[in-house]
């Protein structure tokens, strides 16, 4: 696992919140990424990403469209084998916490099953991105997002 994203499993929401909101939106990102869970301020935050990974979600591919590259679509690797499953758009807008530009991935028109999630993107290293997730209007998780680790 990424040294980022350790660190980032022993931290709380409120110092994860500082991070994210400390950081510009960053490019978007392309291609297959790698996904952790991050369950903030839990002594087994380390034990529950696995455990997520493993079994529910291993991450996010992004299929970023040209002339500009600043929208497009992605789909999440879920279950065990990583399936494909639960569409999302990918585009720019206001972030829900700070109201500064982040990169939202919006389920509301694309997924019966994910219609009232939001995620919210913001590329902290290169290739390296924290989201916030969003149920209607309530913060429920925090997670990673490594661009250069893919599959593996």
Do not use: C
Not at 62 to 68: A, G, S
Not at 98 to 125: C, F, H, M, P
């Amino acid at each position: 696992m990424n040294e980022t994203i350790e660190y980032w499993l022993q931290l709380s929401r409120e110092e994860l919140d500082e991070i994210y909101t400390s950081h510009a939106a960053g490019a978007l990102p392309r291609g297959d990424t790698r996904g952790t869970a991050i369950v903030a301020g839990s002594t087994r935050a380390k034990m529950l990403a696995r455990f997520a990974r493993t079994l529910a979600w291993q991450g996010k591919v992004f299929d970023i469209f040209p002339p500009d590259f600043e929208r497009g679509i992605l789909v999440n690797k879920v279950l065990p084998i990583g399936l494909g499953m639960i569409v999302a758009k990918v585009y720019r807008d206001k972030s829900w916490m700070d109201g500064k530009e982040t990169i939202v991935i919006d389920y509301s028109s694309t997924s019966i099953l994910a219609q009232k999630v939001r995620d919210e993107i913001r590329e902290i290293e290169d290739g390296l991105y924290l989201g916030k997730v969003w149920w209607g209007k309530k913060r429920i998780l925090d997670f990673a997002l490594n661009s250069h680790a893919g599959n593996g």
